[in-house]
């Protein structure tokens, strides 16, 4: 039978719609630089043409007038280009005028000045070819007067920039957005979480100390004290307890406490053992007995509970769980939660943690989401799937901080 798989859609809903407002962003991204680069080439055209024009008018007017009025004439074309940078040289590439270039003179000797020229010019000279000037030598041949050289305006290399610039921009604020989107989501789902847990521990304390009131009435009955149902009672109500202690827990900030883990772990066991098939061998295996950490009994138990019943789950009632118990480094504890059963499969790993996801019939896919939160929130640990593999087995590894003697 093909394996069962559901999840609350939320998780699967929005790594849909980050894809999908990832992919416009790209494609409205790529369709501004394209039409960005578009209009570069147009302006680019309609430059190159300008100076053509400029070039070409140069020539006539050298050839028309041969002499007296040509710097007149040059000046006055030169000054109506007032963008594109331009630099004219004889044909010696001696540079003769200049046009569009800023320097400040005042401040530079005259050799300062022409180095700058000079680099400009070759500048120039890399980025287009320079537009020759030909005068008629008198004898019906062209020989060349000297050369146009050019280079984008400053409004064409503000407008290559543009679009990055702008999208640089666009990117930065979308990110603070997601940022101050995702923080505001977690809030809320802090207070759902929150909210939800005090309102159970609220609601439940009223009908145990109801339940108590009964079994004291109950315990004076003899037949009651004779078939021990007063003892089974009060384990109930205990337990009954425990679970409003953990709702209380979650629902507020709950202490830590050192605790011995060994001691801790042996215990949570106690209550889960008779609770789960015989065929299912459990062990503790510790380096020392004498492993100390930061932990909240009720809740850490919470978590171990947890875990195992959905190690017995993946193993269908027969196998090994193994819990190690180890020194971690830098102050940490670690503990290993190894199962033989069926395994993760590799592209579920991720998924585990997530609320709602479950491959079981009756299962909410909350065990482990809580368990993260356990200990990521309120133990400052951490919680992951050290290694999965399908049909061989699981290991969920908790890590958490370790404590010495002398801080109980
Ligand atoms: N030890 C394990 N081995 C194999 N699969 C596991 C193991 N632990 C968890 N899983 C997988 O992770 C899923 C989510 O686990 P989780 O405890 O969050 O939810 P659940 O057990 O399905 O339901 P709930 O715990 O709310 O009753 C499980 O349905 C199972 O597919
Ligand atoms: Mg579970």
Redesign the pocket.
Same mark, same amino acid.
């Given at each position: 039978m093909a394996k069962k798989e559901k999840s609350l859609g939320y998780y699967d809903d929005r790594t849909r719609l980050k894809w999908s407002i990832i992919s416009v962003a790209v494609l409205i991204s790529i369709g501004t630089i394209i039409y960005t680069n578009y209009l570069v080439g147009q302006l680019s055209e309609r430059e190159r043409q300008q100076i053509e024009l400029f070039a070409k008018t140069l020539e006539y007017t050298i050839n028309e007038t041969s002499g007296s009025n040509i710097y007149f004439i040059t000046d006055k074309i030169l000054f109506e280009n007032k963008s594109i940078p331009t630099i004219l040289t004889d044909n010696r590439g001696n540079i003769t005028d200049f046009r569009n270039i800023k320097i400040d003179s005042t401040k530079l000797t005259i050799d300062q000045v022409q180095a700058r020229l000079y680099k400009r010019l070759k500048e120039m000279r890399e980025s287009y070819p320079p537009i020759p000037v030909t005068v008629d030598d008198g004898y019906g041949h062209n020989i060349i007067y000297g050369y146009v050289n050019y280079n984008d305006s400053f409004l064409l290399v503000q407008l290559t920039y543009y679009p990055y610039v702008q999208l640089s921009i666009i990117a930065i604020i979308g990110f603070i957005a997601y940022l101050a989107v995702n923080y505001s989501r977690m809030a809320e789902q802090n207070k759902v979480w929150v909210g939800l847990a005090k309102e159970t521990a609220h609601q439940l304390g009223t009908p145990i100390s109801s339940l108590m009131a009964w079994l004291e009435i109950l315990k004076e009955m003899p037949e009651i004290r004779e078939q021990k149902i007063d003892y089974e009672l009060n384990k109930d109500i205990k337990r009954l307890q425990l679970i409003t202690e953990r709702f209380s827990n979650i629902g507020s900030v709950p202490t830590l406490k050192v605790e011995n883990m060994n001691l801790l772990i042996n215990n949570a066991l106690m209550y889960l053992r008779p609770r789960i098939s015989s065929k299912v061998e459990l062990k503790v295996h510790a380096i020392t007995d004498n492993i100390l950490a930061y932990v909240n009994p009720s809740l850490f138990e919470w978590v171990l509970e947890?875990l195992i019943k959905?190690?017995v789950?993946?193993m269908g009632g027969i196998g090994k769980i193994d819990i190690h118990l180890l020194r971690g480094s830098e102050n940490r504890v670690i503990i290993d939660i190894v199962?033989n $059963?069926? %395994?993760?499969s590799k592209q579920?790993i991720n998924k585990?943690f997530q609320p709602g996801? =479950? =491959?079981?019939q009756r %299962?909410? $896919? *909350? $065990? *482990?989401?809580l368990a993260k939160r356990i200990i990521d929130h309120y133990h400052f640990g951490r919680i992951y799937v050290k290694i999965s593999e399908e049909n061989v087995g =699981?290991t969920f590894r908790i890590s958490l901080r370790s404590a010495t003697e002398n801080q109980v």
């Open positions: 947890n959905n190690a789950d993946a199962d $059963g069926k %395994g993760i579920n585990v996801f =479950t =491959t079981k %299962g909410w $896919g *909350l $065990g *482990l989401a =699981t």
